[in-house]
């Protein structure tokens, strides 16, 4: 698990990587049409990754807004990227459920060029910008975190 302690861009990059590794599990078992072990690894996936964007929208992202007084810039970005990839997240729920595997492998397909791309304007600028604005802050950021 990511640990707050690290600081703000370690924490979120590593945090970036646990869904990553979540993703390619689950992306095995779907490729070896492991109908059991998708269904297992499919929430925890689920799961996680919302669990990520929330830590964003619920704790980082405000922080940095109040911090810094730019609300229609990068975070309003990443809030647009996280409907999206909610939205592909729920169709590949719908794939799971119906147990269409393919279906849920090209939706993944989908979801990961998102993610990546997504992950590269964050960790390229958004949390260097959000380290700088909220050093002082980032104790009382990473508690709040280990909340959500």
Same mark, same amino acid.
């Given at each position: ?15 970036? *990587? ?15 049409? =492991?109908? %059991? ?6 929430? %925890? ?13 619920? /704790?980082?992202?405000? %922080?940095?807004?109040? %911090?810094?007084?730019? *609300? +229609? ?13 909610? +939205? /592909?997240?729920?169709? #590949?729920? *719908?794939? /799971?459920?119906? +147990? =269409? ?27 260097? #910008? ?19």
């Amino acid at each position: 698990m990511a640990n707050p302690s690290d600081g703000l861009i370690t924490f979120f990059s590593d945090d970036h *990587r646990e869904c990553d590794e979540l993703w390619a599990a689950l992306e095995g078992a779907v490729t070896a049409k =492991d109908q %059991a072990k998708t269904a297992t690894l499919w929430p %925890a996936f689920s799961a996680r990754l919302l669990k990520h964007l929330k830590m964003e929208e619920d /704790v980082l992202f405000p %922080a940095f807004e109040a %911090a810094t007084g730019m *609300r +229609g810039g990068p975070t309003m970005v990443m809030r647009g990227e996280h409907t999206q990839m909610r +939205g /592909v997240l729920a169709e #590949m729920e *719908r794939r /799971v459920a119906s +147990g =269409d595997l393919d279906g849920l492998l090209d939706q993944g397909d989908t979801l990961l060029m998102l993610i990546q791309q997504h992950n590269a304007k964050e960790e390229g600028m958004l949390y260097p #910008m959000a380290e700088q604005a909220l050093s002082e802050q980032w104790p009382a950021l990473a508690a709040k975190l280990s909340q959500v």
